[in-house]
T-cell receptor, first 114, second 112 residues
Framework: SQTIHQWPATLVQPVGSPLSLECTVE??????LYWYRQAAGRGLQLLFY??????ISSEVPQNLSASRPQDRQFILSSKKLLLSDSGFYLC?????????????FGPGTRLTVL | DAKTTQPTSMDCAEGRAANLPCNHS???????VYWYRQIHSQGPQYIIH?????ETNEMASLIITEDRKSSTLILPHATLRDTAVYYC?????????????WGAGTKLIIKP
């Protein structure tokens, strides 16, 4: 069966510090991968998605970036965090076979920027 | 913008059926309706999806109207653990690809 991991679970960082969040998927090959952010009490905002190694599409201009160095690894980064980067970051995967868009989510990372 | 409309919140008594409505009047003929839920501070959990026919699995039933402009998620015997935010989603076009567009969802509170 497929599993998705995210770490760390929680993170407190000062403004201006760098960020690296990691997501890995097991039990599937060539998945589509997604990074979402969720502000308190709000729905999910798609930040980045990837259809393959080295292929990244950005949905929202910001100081965040994403990379996919391996088929089942997706990394969210920032060189300098802003207060507005605080939120709940979620990674998700989707199979590229079949006709549906069902996405499966990781446990999330709660980021607080102080 | 989200392509679905849901009530902001709902209450349901424990043991009763919870019926969560969703309007998606602009849905296209080949777009599926998806339902997810998110328990506080956890990642969203996939529940069910459907295209035209009603669907049922071990978690819930999905009833889609004949014109496909609305649907209802049914939790047949709600428990306290079903308290969560429930999202109804259809695909939307973002950039050059189609993605799931998430709204604010319905906060369902199961009361003892």
């Amino acid at each position: 069966s497929q599993t998705i991991h995210q770490w760390p679970a929680t993170l407190v960082q000062p403004v201006g510090s760098p960020l690296s969040l990691e997501c890995t998927v097991e039990g599937t090959s060539n998945p589509n991968l997604y990074w979402y952010r969720q502000a308190a009490g709000r729905g999910l905002q798609l930040l980045f998605y990837s259809v393959g190694i080295g292929q990244i599409s950005s949905e929202v201009p910001q100081n965040l970036s994403a990379s996919r160095p391996q088929d089942r690894q997706f990394i969210l980064s920032s060189k300098k965090l802003l207060l507005s980067d605080s939120g709940f970051y979620l990674c998700a995967w989707k199979t590229t076979s079949g006709l549906t868009d069902t996405q499966y989510f990781g446990p999330g990372t709660r980021l607080t920027v102080l | 913008d989200a392509k679905t409309t849901q009530p902001t919140s709902m209450d349901c008594a424990e043991g009763r059926a919870a019926n969560l409505p969703c309007n998606h009047s602009t849905i296209s003929g080949n777009e599926y309706v998806y339902w997810y839920r998110q328990i506080h501070s956890q990642g969203p959990q996939y529940i069910i999806h459907g295209l035209k026919n009603n669907e049922t699995n071990e978690m819930a039933s999905l009833i889609i109207t004949e014109d496909r402009k609305s649907s209802t998620l049914i939790l047949p015997h709600a428990t306290l653990r079903d308290t969560a935010v429930y999202y109804c989603i259809v695909r939307g076009r973002m950039d050059s690809n189609y993605q799931l567009i998430w709204g604010a969802g319905t906060k369902l509170i199961i009361k003892p």
